[in-house]
């Protein structure tokens, strides 16, 4: 298992920027795949983006596509949600995740969920 610390998040009128980290300790974090979830108030947690080990392939919402990058420097055991264009409905809680299977977005997704490693959470919250 590995474990993940967050930092990063806060208040950001609509529009701004914010980044999100994610760092890694335990076992080696090159050999993980990572994603970034989110969970808004009175809503279920949803998918937000995922990288593959090496960052060669990346998955996105479709809500987030072009606005979000996610990223991984495997040197500094990290990775990365660049949010750029936030909107209002971008509040929530954002999770990171790790898990140690890579495939088609829909199984990368349940793994995370089912037996991934987590992050504490960060909240996100942009005005209008």
């Known amino acids: 298992q590995v474990q993940l610390v967050q930092s990063g998040g806060g208040l950001v009128q609509a529009g701004g920027s914010l980044r999100l980290s994610c760092a890694a300790s335990?076992?080696?974090?090159?050999?993980?795949?990572m994603g970034w979830f989110r969970q808004a108030p009175g809503k279920e947690r949803e998918f937000v983006a995922a990288?593959?080990?090496?960052?060669?392939?990346?998955y996105y919402a479709e809500s987030v596509k072009g606005r979000f990058t996610i990223s991984r420097d495997n040197a500094k055991n990290a990775a990365y949600l660049q949010m750029n264009s936030l909107k209002p409905e971008d509040t929530a809680v954002y999770y990171c995740?790790?898990?140690?299977?890579?495939?088609?977005?829909?199984?990368?997704?349940?793994?995370?969920?089912?037996?991934?490693?987590w992050g504490q959470g960060t909240q996100v919250t942009v005005s209008p």
């Open positions: 995740a790790a898990a140690d299977s890579w495939g088609p977005v829909a199984q990368v997704m349940r793994v995370m969920q089912n037996r991934g490693s």
């Open positions: 335990g076992r080696s974090f090159s050999t993980y795949a």
């Open positions: 990288i593959s080990w090496s960052g060669a392939m990346i």
